[in-house]
């Protein structure tokens, strides 16, 4: 039983080198906190998977996707809440503002997926509606990018065209009709000149009838002549225009049959991906809301069932605010306050003992400056002197080696027994004995 209660306790902050040993009544608030931790881990791990098993992408793994985000929430709230017993003031206000904002955070999703839990036919049915709305619209955003809605437009203003002009066809034109009732009239005329002429019987007024009928009907056809070509080019022109129509109405038809296919291949082939992307994932809180909106979820049970699931997930932390401190949480936090006092006392002493270093150093400064001004004088420039003399006699000496070596001739041995004496004096320099010392 204790084994229990200290994995419980575990949960609310302690560890168990801390309660190894020691009475329950050492780590009481902390079982109490992990208890409510607990009870938060189980709203966590159930919001997560309800949320994961329902996104398309993740249906298959969202058991292992929930244990692995739930394992981290569970020990990231531990050691917050076990973070929380020594920090100071404003620390301890940031990271209570953060875990307040991941607190909420959490609790609205998960309180999302246990309100459409609990109303799950009423939510079906609105996301139902919402994915009928959303295949619609998006049937209508495919024909507007598709111009089908400008090319019915187009096939029915041609048609419109079409008719519009058979019927000027049919139409005679006022010109054409005027010569036609100009031809009868002329035709009426002749009638009664042929009736006159059948009833003349003097030769010079029958010869002179005659003639007048002739010239009238001479008339009267080209009258009619006149009347039919004006008819018939004006048919003409209607049938030219009525087939150019007709051409383009074609070509319109051809366009609206490409687009049509094209639009209707299209959304076969999304209409599948529409309907789960509005009944699944993030679009079921999208439907739950218009649910409520619409009456079909009490908006006292929407609110009042997140509202618990943020009690519930969120109780930990105000446990561990508002409960007493448990015995083993206050031997901690004088522990770590005693540590942080001896590296203050640390500190404190090592800025002392340097402060003391500087005065030190500041009284020594003269009798220094008098020592290093000795030691250049008497033992740096000397050897410098050496150095830059046993230089030269090495340069001479080389130019004469190169000069005996072109002529064929021995350096001489009283040349070499001073390089060789000159050597020696500069690698045996007081400076280098000095430092040697040093």
Known sequence: MKLFLMVIAWFGGRSFREMNGRPVQEYDTSIAVGIFSLVSTGMILGGQYLLWSH????????????????????????????????????????????VLGLVVTNALLAGHEWVILAFKPQVEAQAATNGVHAVTSYRSDLEASLRLPQLREDRKSIGDG????????????????????????????????????????????????????????ARCRATHNEAGRLLHEHQADMDSQIAELDKKRGEVEGRLHKADS?????????????????????????????????????????????????????????????????????????DIWQTHMDGKLRQMIRQAYFSQMHSIVDGLKPALSDDLENYVRNIVVPSLRIEMEASA????????????????????????????????RATVSPLRSTSNKA
Not at 69 to 77: E, P
Not at 284 to 289: E, F, G, N, P, T
């Open 55 to 98: 996104l398309p992408h993740t249906e298959a793994h969202a058991i292992w996707i929930t244990l692995f985000l739930t394992t981290l929430y569970t020990f990231f709230y531990r050691n917050v809440v076990r973070c929380l017993e020594t920090m100071g003031l404003y620390a301890k206000g940031f990271t209570i503002a953060a």
């Open 162 to 217: 079409i008719v519009s002009l058979q019927a000027e066809r049919e139409r005679v034109p006022e010109s054409v009709s005027a010569l036609q009732d100009e031809a009868k009239r002329c035709e009426e005329t002749a009638k009664k000149l042929g009736w006159k002429l059948s009833n003349q019987y003097d030769p010079y007024q029958r010869n002179l009838l005659k003639n007048k009928l002739v010239a009238q009907n």
């Open 262 to 334: 094209q639009q209707q291949a299209t959304f076969e082939q999304a209409s599948p991906a529409l309907d789960a992307s509005a009944t699944s994932g993030f679009a079921r809180h999208i439907a739950l809301w218009a649910a409520v909106g619409n009456g079909l979820v009490p908006t006292w049970a929407a609110f009042g069932l997140m509202l618990g699931v943020l009690a519930l997930e969120g109780m930990f932390f105000a446990a561990k605010l508002l409960l007493k401190v448990d015995a083993i949480a206050w031997e901690r936090r004088h």
């Open 393 to 424: 006699f090495a340069k001479a000496h080389a130019s004469v080696e190169r000069t005996q070596n072109n002529n064929k001739q021995a350096v001489p041995d009283l040349i070499r027994d001073l390089y060789d004496l000159k050597t020696k």
